[in-house]
């Protein structure tokens, strides 16, 4: 499969120049913007929030692979079946659960999901 | 098998396995490539195939809401717009404009379209072929039953093109890796449409797959695996045990998230006509462009794919239709074939196989997709800090509830079904009481939330101030643009 969509996509890619006529001229390749002459750079500065939406991502993304392997590990037969250890598993999960939680409300508090 | 003659194919297709075995070295090899090529050929030639008609669909749709007759010049009812777009699309001139990042610039679009593939071979769109069965399709296609039977090589041929234990979690992790080409698309292209609508995209789409990945949480608790197959198996018998029942505020942050992750109406941000002409793919053209479209439409399949794979009982349909016969008559698919004595049992198992991934599970994905475009005919697009105000402060912390009620009803039940006699052994399923009560518990909670927690003086109170905040606040594109 992998095989298969690399080469679907590599091989459109490859072929279409082929097809296609190619008649390049200086004011088709301007960069698009809205018909008039390009002004300035178009790398420019990114809004600094978009980085910190990436921070929430990352540290909420990894809190959920681990509850992923919390709950694969809690409804796993062999584990359930031990007396005792679903309490257990959901004591650490209560734990665990309210440090993200705390970690919510801080950021909440500090401003870190405002948009504006 | 047994009190009839076995049909079989009249030829025999042993010579294309002895050719094959003898390129890739091993007939064992043989079959696994054949059986693999085979079911690439059918699942992603049967999807390329619909993706023409469904963008047609969309455009007839829209065109019949909005009174107009859409799309209808080729072909009767304009059935051949969606092929010849494509035709046209290859046709087309490719241009790169200056100041672009080659590499990156042609990179882009197979990096969207190869991880919508790759997903793809994870949808679940019909039964396992196994046992008996199996041993009656091998007979039927003459082939050698040490190879592809119960006990052989091939001993069970799932209805996907692979079936790893980990499945979610791939598809989790492959269809994320489309942000970075839609990012990469934006960055390299030199344009500030380009760049703002990538960006857009990649916060946007990394925002919701928290909300995606709470919800799919609600689902492994309740079905205790990853994969896909044991997920449906957990949903099996009818639609009461659907986890729609069991989790139905996760599968509502679903369905948004869903949205939001393929870019679409009303979360279209990343490509709003309105605002950035063309967002991340301005300044594509023809095939390149046309990837990034396909792409958009293959990742909208899976994601609908995968929402009924994992809340609606995928590819089985509203009451199990096979039981009945099964139960019935003694001796399985060849007893009911014995009752319609004229037709080989060869028939009536295949087809009882087919109609799922035939019948129930496109039906099913239709309605999804119908959802996408009804959505986008119908809702105007959002603005950015609401999209953004939505993921954070809203779904979030709602999943996040959601969870930890879902944990506790899991949790419960599975300590109660563990100190019953006979254990998890002889209770390998969750209560459907505590599915229903927990279904009901979290639903009433999402909808009586407001009722709950703001008093009505306290919620006018709100709504004027934010309706005061959203008066004065500058529009997100002018603060980017600065």
Known sequence: ?116 | MNNQAALQLPFSLQPLFDFVGQVTGGSANAFIILVAALKILLILGGLLQTIPFIILLERKIIGWIQDRPGPNRAGPLGILHGLLDGVKLFFKEEIMPKGVDKVLFLMAPSLVVVPAFLALCLVPVGPIIQGRNLAALANFLRLDPTMVGPGGVISQIPMAITNPNIGILYVLAITSMGVYGITLAGWSSNNKWSLLGGIRASAQMVSYEITLSLAILSVILLSGSLNLYQIIETQRGGFWNWHILAAPVAFILFVVAMFAETNRLPFDLAEAEAELTGGFHTEYSSMRFALFFLGEYVNMVIVAGMCVTLFLGGFYGPIQIETIPLTALQGGWDGLASQFSQIPSIIITLASYLLGPLVIFPAKVSFFIFLFIFARAILPRMRYDQLMSLGWKRLLPIGLINLVITAIAVAGDLAYRASLPGGLDANPHIFLATKLILGAVTLGLFLGWDALIFSPARKKQLTTEYRNLERGADHPAQALAQ
């Open chain 1, 1 to 116: 499969m992998f095989v298969v969509a690399v080469g679907f996509g590599v091989f459109s890619l490859v072929v279409s120049p082929f097809l296609g006529k190619m008649k390049p001229n200086p004011t088709k390749l301007e960069p698009y913007e809205c018909g008039i002459p390009t002004v300035g750079t178009a790398r420019s500065q990114i809004f600094v929030r978009f980085y910190l939406v990436a921070l929430l991502f990352l540290l909420f993304d990894m809190e959920i692979v681990y509850i992923i392997v919390w709950a694969l590990a809690m409804t796993y037969k062999a584990n359930a079946a031990v007396p005792g250890f679903v309490l257990y598993s959901m004591i650490v999960m209560a734990i665990y659960m309210a440090i993200l939680l705390i970690g919510l409300v801080y950021e909440w508090k500090k401003g870190a999901l405002e948009w504006n």
